[in-house]
């Protein structure tokens, strides 16, 4: 089954645009391992057969990446299980990448699996985003991410405190997630699942 999993995974990364090697593919695939293993004591995901998850957690995590420099830092709000995240991490190894949650448990999978993958640049915070980035021990970022932590106005207020001057704000959206009128979108990426067909995107605000 493992070959078959990275048979799709290194398919799927290419159809969202970002290709991965072997030697990433392999690791995502052991991440994936550990949040399926840590799922059944900790609620991290409701998706819990392999190639689902191959498909809804790794390779729809991947596709921001394209729209993410080599460099820089980011900040994931919600990051539950460490999506998207931890496989953000893992294929830009020189993003820094700040993961904060609200739910302990969640926090010590984060901070588990970031050790045992051996991801030097994530750290994982366990606190409430509520704009005082500093009284939160969180740092000013150039990119914020969430993955439908909340509509995309709600989730622009919120993380506009986080970002640096020339900061972006990345929101991973389904294909018919309506976009206020007020907020401007200064990059936007569709793409289509491979198994599924699913038709998701990711916008960008400043």
Do not use: C
């Not at 993003?95 to 994982?124: E, I, P």
């Not at 972006?168 to 997630?177: P, V």
Request: glycine letters at 10%; proline letters at 6%; aromatic letters at 4%.
């Amino acid at each position: 089954m493992e070959k078959r999993l990275s048979g799709e995974l290194l398919a799927g990364a290419s159809a969202v645009g970002f290709p991965v090697d072997a030697a990433a593919a392999e690791r995502l695939l052991r991440y994936l391992e550990l949040l399926l293993a840590w799922n059944r004591k900790v609620n991290l995901t409701s998706v819990t057969d392999p190639e689902e998850a191959v498909e809804g957690h790794l390779i729809d995590s991947l596709a921001p990446a394209r729209l993410l420099g080599a460099t820089g830092s980011l900040l994931d709000v919600g990051a539950g299980g460490g999506l998207p995240g931890i496989p953000l991490a893992i294929v830009l190894p020189q993003l820094q990448v700040t993961l904060v949650d609200t739910v302990g448990k969640k926090v010590g999978f984060l901070k588990a699996a970031s050790a045992v993958l051996g991801l030097s640049n994530v750290r994982a915070v366990h606190a409430r985003v509520a704009g005082e980035p500093a009284r939160e021990g969180l740092p000013l970022v150039d990119a914020a991410i969430s993955r439908a932590l909340m509509t995309p106005g709600e989730w622009v207020q919120l993380a506009r405190p986080y970002i640096k001057d020339a900061g972006r704000i990345l929101a991973m959206l389904g294909a018919e997630t309506p976009i206020p009128d007020d907020l401007e979108v200064v990059e936007e990426l569709e793409y289509r699942l491979p198994r599924s067909k699913a038709v998701r995107r990711v916008a960008v605000f400043r």
